[in-house]
């Protein structure tokens, strides 16, 4: 039946008309739409014939109705049976769900406001980015019947106020739909992952939506993925008024699937949701030193080096060094290298770290030349953590909390700053000053070059920025010497604010997508220190061809990534697959930031949407794609899971191995796929991911051909840091839903 449905579906998705399933569900697939605003468009009697037909499962944007930063209205005319109240099981009242809606919206049902979320703003000056980040959702508003509002058998009118301001664009990814209200709807199922200690911790979180007090029973499983085995099986009858917990224990040092299955008392109907909480496969680092970080550092001449020894172990710990060059000096309690060196060459430098349980050396090549970002850059940044309400308050904090919580003995350096730092205006001298949120710039990058810190910054080409903050137009020239005065190592430059001076230029050449880039990398380049230039417009223009001739470190390759499997999979899987020719050491794809830990875009934070799976996955796309490796989250909240997933010293050694080769695709189904990535030793590290929506079996030998390697020794597990046995090679991974297996074959 399940797909029957998915095939009427398809067969109607460009229908006008509503599709009467044989449940008595309404499904609309298109609406009338017009720019702007006007309060007479809620009206049911409004005539809206000469309005535009609309899909509401693509955005505005695609459709070639753009309405940033500005109204659009939908209108949805749809005939109700009464006899939908007939499958109701709270009689009198029906339910309409929405699409995913970009950014707010005010729904009507003949002229009647039924449902709102997000805020509508009176002006584009009284949008809060903060507030409305929060609702790119679907929506379910429940209509009651029985008030006259809903005109039974006749035509009906949806009316669907919405505002957006920088992005896509109206109702998108999903279907209108109209049905009755059933009991188990009223249910949601959800798990809420708990601290880590000797074992995992989930609640399973029963919700009841509706007002009256539902009954059922749950049963439960939890399954042990790698064995293959049931582990616990039990049965528990609740009665639900507004929800109910029931706490789960279970290995957390191996995956494990729960299940949890409702059934209504009443109409014995099913609902089941499944999880595999956080597991931990890193194993814990020694308490003697470790050192984790690259081997390999690039700066110009005279350009002042900020270096951070990343070793891992007890505190309180002592640094030193040998052979450092002329011009450098070494903080010996907080292990940061300092000064500059003139001279061209490589340099071989020991480093040297020393605890209460004990002593580690590791060797450093400092190459002093025209290249720097010889690795990818290992970091924070705040926007898909703190979004427009950042300030230098929390990036202080965040910072502090890479040295406190560990993630700096890790390389986790940079800490940058994304949009929303400028004043309303410059300086009388046309300076860009920061605003009140940020009350010492200078202060900042000296405290945080002080620990070890590389202090990284934002600003656009065009005169705003996405958050509509000043740009750098005009004023590039300016913006570059007061970036160096600041103590800027770091330059993300994003095209956002740009769009208007491009549109309205006419030029859609080659050369003006290089244009804005070019301009700031000359000023970039006469300041006397290293400013790692980002340059962040999307992958237009096939940038990763030309990235290098502006003589950016690193290029956005796609649009901004979200805590979604669909987003990480198009941009990780497909958006990058052909693009490994591209990357070489100072020059890297960038696939946006990460988005493991607690995000939000905004003051309010939530954990990822990604699963416990996925997110093992985007850290191994990511370090196999030599890609930049910037922390979206909340540092202060990282927890034992994020932390082992974030702190895996081999895991980061593909990513910040010398060889600087990114990872392509060797084979592909539509179960699995393999990447391949050679390192700096001669071994390979293999991603074996399973991008399907079902667990996998894989017998690793009948894929060791299509590696096309010569020889293979050992293989190692690279989360579990151990190598396998014969018996381990040629056995079975059992690798979960939109998992992974990472190995490196030596």
Not at 484 to 492: T, V
């Amino acid at each position: 039946m399940k797909q029957i449905f998915s095939f009427l579906c398809f067969l109607f998705v460009l229908s006008l008309s509503p599709i009467l399933l044989h449940s008595q569900d309404i499904i609309i697939s298109e609406a009338k739409f017009i720019k702007g605003d006007n309060n007479e468009y809620k009206n049911p009697a409004f005539d809206d014939s000469h309005w535009t037909t609309a899909s509401v499962e693509k955005n505005l944007r695609k459709q070639k109705l753009d309405i940033t930063t500005q109204y659009g209205w939908y209108r949805i005319h749809v005939n109700i049976p009464k006899t939908m109240l007939d499958e109701s099981e709270l009689k009198g009242w029906i339910r309409i769900h929405l699409p995913h809606i970009d950014d707010c919206d005010e729904t009507f049902l003949n002229g009647h406001l039924i449902g709102k979320m997000g805020i509508m703003p009176r002006t584009h000056e009284e949008y809060s980015h903060e507030i409305n980040y929060r609702y790119p959702s679907t929506r379910e508003y429940l209509v009651n019947a029985n008030n006259g509002i809903v005109k039974w058998g006749e035509d009906n009118v949806i009316a669907v106020r919405v505002y957006n301001a920088n992005d896509q664009g109206g109702m998108m990814n999903d279907l209108v739909r109209i049905t009755p209200v059933r009991r188990i709807e009223g249910i949601a199922l959800a798990f809420e992952q708990k601290q880590l200690d000797k074992y995992g911790h989930v609640n399973i979180v029963i919700e009841n939506k509706y007002s009256c007090k539902q009954s059922g029973s749950v049963h439960i499983e939890v399954f042990d993925i790698e064995s293959q085995t049931k582990t616990q099986s039990f049965d528990k009858s609740i009665n639900i008024t507004t929800s109910t917990t029931i706490p789960i224990i279970y290995d957390k040092n191996t995956p494990s699937r729960i299940t949890v299955s409702y059934k209504d008392k009443t109409s014995q109907k099913t609902m089941t949701a499944t999880t595999i909480p956080h597991y931990i496969q890193t194993p814990n680092a020694p308490e003697t030193p470790r050192y984790n970080g690259a081997t390999v550092y690039g700066v110009r001449p005279e350009s002042p080096v900020i270096f951070k020894l990343a070793f891992s172990g007890n505190k309180p710990m002592t640094y030193s060094a040998k052979n450092l060059p002329e011009g450098l000096t070494l903080d010996t309690q907080r292990g940061v290298l300092h000064g500059s060196v003139a001279q061209k060459g490589e340099y071989s430098i020991i480093l040297i770290a020393e605890n209460d349980k004990g002593k580690s050396e590791a060797s450093l090549t400092l190459k002093v030349g025209n290249t720097i970002a010889l690795t990818p850059p290992l970091g924070w940044n705040s926007w898909n953590c703190w979004g427009l309400s950042v300030s230098q308050e929390k990036v202080m904090a965040s910072a502090q909390a890479l040295l406190d919580k560990g993630l700096a003995d890790y390389g986790f350096t940079y800490v940058n700053i994304d949009d929303s730092w400028p004043a309303e205006k410059r300086d009388k001298e046309g300076r860009i000053v920061p605003n009140e949120k940020f009350p010492n710039m200078k202060a900042l990058g000296d405290w945080l070059h002080q620990q070890g810190f590389k202090f990284g910054i934002y600003s656009s080409p065009g005169d705003i920025t996405c958050g509509d903050y000043l740009g750098s137009i005009d004023h590039e020239e300016q913006d570059a010497q007061t970036f160096n005065e600041w103590g800027i190592d770091y330059l993300k430059y994003d095209w956002c604010g740009y769009f208007k001076v491009f549109r309205a230029s006419n030029d859609r050449s080659h050369a003006a997508y290089l244009r804005p880039y070019i301009k700031m990398q000359q000023y970039l380049r006469q300041q006397p220190r290293d400013i790692f230039y980002s340059i962040c417009q999307y992958g237009m223009d096939e940038v990763w061809k030309w990235g290098t001739y502006v003589d950016a470190n690193s290029w956005r390759t796609t649009g901004d990534i979200t805590d979604t499997w669909a987003s990480l999979y198009d941009i990780g899987f497909n958006k990058q697959a052909n693009l490994y020719p591209y990357a070489t050491p100072g020059h890297w794809n960038d696939p946006d930031m990460l988005i493991v830990g607690k995000v939000g875009w905004s003051s309010q934070l939530r954990n990822t949407r990604l699963s416990t799976d996925e997110q093992y996955t985007h850290i191994s796309l990511w370090a196999l794609l030599a890609a930049n490796m910037l922390i979206g989250c909340d540092v202060a909240q990282i927890d034992e899971f994020t932390f082992n997933l974030l702190c895996n010293n081999e895991v980061l050694a593909i990513n910040q191995d010398p060889l600087g080769q990114q990872a392509k695709p060797i084979f592909k189904n539509e179960h699995i796929q393999i990447w391949s990535r050679q390192l700096a030793d001669g071994s390979y590290a293999i991603g074996i991911f399973n991008i399907s929506n079902e667990d996998i079996n894989i017998n690793f030998n009948e894929y060791k051909d299509k590696l096309n390697l010569q020889k293979i020794s050992t293989i190692r597990d690279v989360w579990r840091q151990k190598d396998l046995t014969n018996e381990q090679v040629f056995s079975v991974y059992h690798i979960p839903t939109h998992g992974v297996k990472l190995l490196r074959l030596f």
